[in-house]
Every structure is written in structure tokens, then in C-alpha cells.
């Protein structure tokens, strides 16, 4: 299996790509500060994932990864947040996104409690 198979890959992506053409309308004067942080906060999901997915033989390195990923989508969520209160986005679009980003974290916990599932060795 190749990282670019895993679910919280999949939906991770989805959310990084729907993140980056959303923020396309946000004003000029954002494009250093919330623009650029939610992307890079929703485009770290994956490649976090993907870094711990090479490092899933190291039990540590595996799970510190991935609470990267998981810390690096609630980054995500509490950007949503400020594109809501700041009125970029509507209440609809917010809710999706975050609904999209949950289930995220969900996916990424069941692999740090399920290693053995992602090709990780029992020790």
C-alpha cells in the first residue's frame, strides 16, 4: 500500500485542495496571514500523514507523526473558524469544511490506536 491510499490521506487532500480554491476569494490583505496559514496548516495534514505512513516500522516515530497530523488539522479547524467570524466564508460552507476536517481526526486517531493495521510491527 502507498501512503497516497490511505483514507485520512484521501479526505486530507480533498479538505487541502477545497481549502485552497476557497481561499482564492478571500481579500488581497489576508494573503500573509490567514490565507497562508490555513493552507499550510491543511496541506501539513497529508504530508504529516504521509511521513509518519515511512516511519510506521518506528513505533514512536509513528505516532509522533501523526499527532502531528491531528495537531496540524485542528490548526486547520481554528482557521475555519476565524474565515467564519470574519465573514470569507458562510455558516454552510464553515460547517462542512469543519464536518470534513472532524472526521480527519478520526481517521488519523484510529491509526495511532490500530498500528498494526498500517503495517506497524507488535513489539
Partial sequence: MKFQDLLAYKKGFDLAMNIFELTKSFPKEE??????????SSRSV??????????REYPK???SKLTDADSEN???????EYAL???YINN??????TNNSIEIGKLINYMILNPEKFGMKKQ
Fill in 46 to 55: 497529508t504530508i504529516t500523514i504521509s511521513e509518519a505512513y515511512r516511519k
Fill in 61 to 63: 516515530h509513528f505516532h
Fill in 74 to 80: 485542528s490548526e486547520t479547524q481554528g482557521w475555519l
Fill in 85 to 87: 467570524a470574519c465573514k
Fill in 92 to 97: 454552510d460552507r464553515f460547517l462542512e469544511l
Fill in 31 to 40: 494573503m500573509y496571514s490567514l490565507t497562508d496559514q490555513i493552507r499550510r
